[in-house]
């Protein structure tokens, strides 16, 4: 079973922010948020991950709530080229039985 | 540094067949993982590799296998292969330990038809 709840797709203008949430009310202590996109066909790509504080690096900004139920990704001018599906994982940093859950994704649309 | 290699990226199957799918990580990486993707099950989780140990698996019959060898490099072996099986097989490489250690990085997939 998933770990993670991410909305099915959303729209985002060209430009826009855009802003991805994800649910993962029964995260536990020590599980990072980790996020991928992944373009048509292609492998998933590694975005950004985060254990408790807010992280930004070139691609995009995570913010963690502070009880760490829920996480938002935001990319700060979307472009044509942001179109994906963004997936939202949970892992332990430590050695653990730990199946690998991606779910299904939130797909995004950037419109011109 | 080179990313991570899959080969072969395209092949063609029959039912009953088996296939051998090869993944060579990133160097220095020591953890690969497998995963199948279909249009309608999305991306789903097979095994993990670390050391030339399985340490995960996930919800698969026992005709999905793999293998670590000592140098990193991972290979996963499906028999008996049915139509269901033709999807999209990604492998992922990670440090496997220490600060990073399961950033994925993914390769480009290989493709499987099974007629």
Same mark, same amino acid.
């Given at each position: 079973?998933?770990?993670?709840?991410?909305?099915?797709?959303?729209?985002?203008?060209?430009?826009?922010?855009?802003? =991805?949430?994800?649910? #993962?009310? &029964?995260?536990?202590?020590?599980?990072?948020? /980790?996020?991928?996109?992944?373009?048509?066909?292609?492998?998933?790509?590694?975005?950004?991950?985060?254990?408790?504080?807010?992280?930004?690096?070139?691609?995009?900004?995570?913010?963690?709530?502070?009880?760490?139920?829920?996480?938002? =990704?935001?990319?700060? #001018?979307? &472009?044509?080229?942001?179109?994906?599906?963004? /997936?939202?994982?949970?892992?332990?940093?430590?050695?653990?039985?730990?199946?690998?859950?991606?779910?299904?994704?939130?797909?995004?649309?950037?419109?011109? | 540094?080179?990313?991570?290699?899959?080969?072969?990226?395209?092949?063609?199957?029959?039912?009953?067949?088996?296939?051998?799918?090869?993944?060579?990580?990133?160097?220095?990486?020591?953890?690969?993982?497998?995963?199948?993707?279909?249009?309608?099950?999305?991306?789903?989780?097979?095994?993990?590799?670390?050391?030339?140990?399985?340490?995960?698996?996930?919800?698969?019959?026992?005709?999905?296998?793999?293998?670590?060898?000592?140098?990193?490099?991972?290979?996963?072996?499906?028999?008996?292969?049915?139509?269901?099986?033709?999807?999209?097989?990604?492998?992922?490489?990670?440090?496997?330990?220490?600060?990073?250690?399961?950033?994925?990085?993914?390769?480009?997939?290989?493709?499987?038809?099974?007629?």
């Amino acid at each position: 079973d998933a770990k993670t709840t991410q909305p099915t797709s959303m729209d985002c203008a060209e430009g826009r922010a855009a802003n =991805l949430p994800c649910n #993962h009310s &029964t995260i536990s202590g020590n599980e990072y948020v /980790y996020w991928y996109r992944q373009i048509h066909s292609q492998g998933p790509q590694y975005i950004i991950h985060g254990l408790k504080n807010n992280e930004t690096n070139e691609m995009a900004s995570l913010i963690i709530t502070e009880d760490r139920k829920s996480s938002t =990704l935001i990319l700060p #001018h979307a &472009t044509l080229r942001d179109t994906a599906v963004y /997936y939202c994982i949970v892992r332990p940093l430590g050695w653990r039985d730990d199946k690998i859950i991606f779910g299904k994704g939130t797909r995004l649309h950037i419109l011109p | 540094k080179a990313g991570v290699t899959q080969t072969p990226r395209y092949l063609i199957k029959t039912r009953g067949q088996q296939v051998t799918l090869s993944c060579s990580p990133i160097s220095g990486h020591r953890s690969v993982s497998w995963y199948q993707q279909t249009p309608g099950q999305g991306l789903q989780f097979l095994f993990e590799y670390f050391s030339e140990t399985q340490r995960n698996k996930g919800n698969f019959p026992g005709r999905f296998s793999g293998r670590q060898f000592s140098n990193s490099r991972s290979e996963m072996n499906v028999s008996t292969l049915e139509l269901g099986d033709s999807a999209l097989y990604l492998c992922a490489s990670s440090l496997g330990q220490g600060s990073g250690a399961n950033v994925l990085t993914f390769g480009a997939g290989s493709r499987l038809t099974v007629l």
